[in-house]
């Protein structure tokens, strides 16, 4: 009996083990993926990808990391873990496009009226509109969002991570294991940058963060973004992750819009940025909560 049980804690161990692990390589190919797109976008243009000199060359850059790491993410789950796209969030043509529109409708009217409420009550003002550049936004933004960073990212973390780590966890390790594994992605990428930049003997600086950004509002941005991205997961009946990327792009896309200031232009403190950030983030957690309380219920 008690060999039965050792053997029982040992299969349970390995199983964690193994999720655990398909998790850091989905973490190790978005890494990569960040690093890559900022050499290629380097190398054929002299600028990072987010701020290359032309719609075309940003698409060609966002495309290519699309392809590789969708690739490597759907080659990884047929033959290493052996299993159906559909357990990943690939649900079918139907589920996935109403879980996406979700997903981004969510985002954007949870910001909107977030936006809204900020106005009327004097904590955010309005003080300038483009509306040409408005109208051009939406297409432009969502493009390069989807392809740079939107599908791969989510295809990854909450597609292929988070599976794997709910086949091995109960629900609330496995969210955290989830959220640990977004948080890793980063720290990886910077690493590898570094690494690159030793190499070639320029830069010598150790970064806990992207260049600009404030560590420890940085990840914990990260970490309430990321359970966002794991409660419009289990949002819809078929748990299409398609729901999470489009949060995504809804997420990248108010940011944008609020901080761009190319189209639209707002006057706000530091209270109101928080105050709009924390916001609508809690809005959509709340939406999407109760979403998956009521196909639980259903089910």
Partial sequence: MAGAEHGRRRVATLGRGVATTRALVAAAVMATRLVV??????????????????????????????????????????????????????????????????????????????????????????????????LAFPATNTVIALLLEAVPEELAIRGYALTNLRDAFPPAPAALLNIATFLVVPILAITLQGALAAAR?????????????????????????????????????????????????????????????DSVQFEMDDLGMLLFFAGYATVSVIAFSWLRRRHSAAR
Avoid: K, Q
């Avoid at 600009?212 to 419009?232: H, N, Q, S």
């Fill in 37 to 134: 797109s900022t050499e290629v976008s380097s190398f054929l243009f002299g600028v990072d990808a987010t701020a290359a000199s032309g719609f075309g060359s940003r698409v060609l850059v966002a495309c290519c990391v699309t392809l590789i790491v969708v690739g490597v993410i759907l080659l990884l789950r047929r033959r290493w873990d052996r299993r159906s796209l559909a357990g990943i969030g690939l649900t079918g043509l139907r589920a996935d496009a109403s879980g996406f529109a979700l997903g981004l409708g969510t985002l954007v009217a949870a910001g909107l009226a977030m936006l809204l409420a900020l106005e009327v009550t004097g904590v955010v003002s309005l003080i300038a509109l483009d509306p040409a550049r408005l």
């Fill in 201 to 261: 003997g320029t830069g010598d600086e150790v970064l806990l963060a992207p260049a600009g950004e404030d560590p420890i509002v940085y990840y914990t941005m990260l970490t309430a973004f990321g359970y966002l991205l794991i409660c419009a997961r289990d949002a819809t009946a078929s748990a299409t992750v398609w729901t999470s990327i489009g949060a995504h792009l809804g997420w990248l896309t108010m940011n944008r819009l609020v901080l761009g200031g």
